[in-house]
């Protein structure tokens, strides 16, 4: 007589196992097109009637999933979505890709996570994995969803029932690394759950990397932001110190970058945005406290970072000086709003900020950008795009590239702009000496 673990693995490795997919975000929904795609029947549970209504007429609201995927899943029957948490209790595996902020006192917002698995907790039952894809700090799995799951029913983890962590490495608008190519960590409660759970995700994922503990999977992701976050703090300094210096920071980091070994190049910018690499590292900067520690360079990048769009505003501001002209009363167009090129994700984006702080200086402040038509700042104000950006260009005191979007005709831009502080040297080399352009 076969195990449950043992049943479990063959309905997976057969594909007769149903997929539930908790959160259809940025993360869960293509997780849920990429178990769909290879052959399992899928059910994604979200609260937003509005996601699960675009999702069961086969449409997509998510840039990286096209909307032709997300009809042939559908009229497959490979695919639905319901608000209704109970359909979960028909499942075999379940994928937890909820939100995890930051608090405004810095500390994680676990709400999400606690809500999806008091849901979860409810359909428990022999036979079932739980991946939590969502990142967190380390002990997460173990401490919250561990004792939640499964008591209710008497489910032994690693025997009943199978629990591991993956953490999430989507990178909206890439192409070349996707949901189904990247390297998938994962770390179980016990040897038996990451054994179930790599089983599970090996079916529809190219390559999945085992490691010891959840733990170890949990801090993974951590240690891969963190080393984004500290490196960019790094390059953004030097920015501020290559200005002082009277040095341009482009050609400096070009340079090193041409070392064939022992340099990555970094870039600097007006600000650190998206999900991920503002916040992730701050949680492992919040679980060290509970040990006494102060993960000093976190705090130190975090606040260097932070610091940068109030830099970027006063730069704007000399260079309107230098001009004979004051930020006050100014006219500026923020070109580009998402937090990176050519995807249409706003979260955590600098351009907020940069916004924000040219508004209370003073400023009269448009935007563009091609992908986000519509915005609310962090005063809940909401703005537009403008509809015509050389007419905005031609119009603008001072024209602030936050987001270097490759669609924008830069060359065009230049020419008709009266002033150009320019964050993300996209303007490359029609920028540098060109009396109309300060470059971060």
């Not at 992730?280 to 919040?286: A, F, R, V």
Request: aromatic share 6%.
């Amino acid at each position: 007589m076969l195990t449950i673990k043992e049943d479990l693995i063959n309905a997976l490795k057969d594909r007769t196992a149903t997929i539930g997919i908790l959160g259809l975000g940025y993360v869960g929904l293509p997780l849920a097109a990429a178990f769909g795609n290879a052959g399992f029947n899928v059910i994604g549970v979200d609260p937003d009637r509005r996601k699960v209504d675009a999702l069961n007429q086969g449409t997509s609201y998510i840039q990286d999933v096209p909307t032709e995927q997300i009809a042939r899943l559908v009229k497959a029957g490979k695919l639905t979505a319901t608000t209704d948490f109970a359909a979960l209790c028909t499942v075999q595996a379940v994928s937890i890709c909820v939100p995890t902020p930051l608090r405004k006192t810095g500390d994680p917002d676990m709400s999400f996570i606690m809500s999806a698995t008091n849901e979860l907790a409810k359909c428990m039952h022999p036979g079932m994995v739980v991946v939590l894809e969502s990142t967190t700090y380390p002990g997460t799995t173990r401490e919250l969803l561990l004792p939640r799951l499964g008591t209710e029913q008497g489910l032994t983890v690693g025997e009943d029932f199978f629990l591991a962590f993956s953490p999430e490495r989507v990178d909206p608008g890439r192409e070349d690394w996707t949901t189904l190519n990247t390297p998938k960590v994962m770390g179980g409660i016990t040897p038996a759950c990451s054994e179930v759970a790599a089983v599970w995700y090996s079916q529809a994922l190219q390559t999945v990397v085992p490691v010891s503990t959840a733990e170890a999977a949990e801090l993974s992701k951590l240690l891969e932001n963190t080393f984004r976050m500290i490196n960019i703090g790094l390059v953004n300094e030097l920015a501020i110190m290559c200005e002082r210096l009277g040095v341009d920071v482009w050609e400096v980091i070009d340079a090193a970058a041409t070392k064939p070994f022992g340099f990555m190049k970094f870039t600097p910018g007006p600000g650190l945005g998206g999900h991920c690499i503002p916040i992730d590292p701050l949680y492992l900067s919040w679980k060290m406290k509970s040990f006494q520690y102060t993960a000093r360079f976190i705090e130190l990048a975090s606040d260097i970072n932070t610091n940068m769009p109030r830099y970027v505003v006063s730069r704007v501001m000399d260079a309107l000086n230098d001009q004979g002209k004051t930020l006050k009363g100014a006219h500026c167009l923020v070109l580009g709003a998402a937090y990176k090129p050519d995807i249409d994700d706003i979260r955590e984006s600098p351009a907020l900020d940069v916004i924000g702080l040219l508004q209370r200086k003073g400023a009269t402040v448009v935007y563009h950008d091609p992908y986000i038509p519509t915005l609310h700042t962090h005063d809940n104000q909401e703005m537009h795009s403008v509809p015509d950006v050389m007419a905005a260009v031609r119009e603008a005191d001072c024209v602030v590239i936050v987001t270097s979007h490759s669609s924008y005709d830069y060359p065009a831009i230049l020419a008709s702009a009266r002033l150009i502080f320019d964050s993300r040297n996209a303007l490359g080399k029609l920028g540098k000496g060109n009396p109309k352009v300060v470059r971060l």
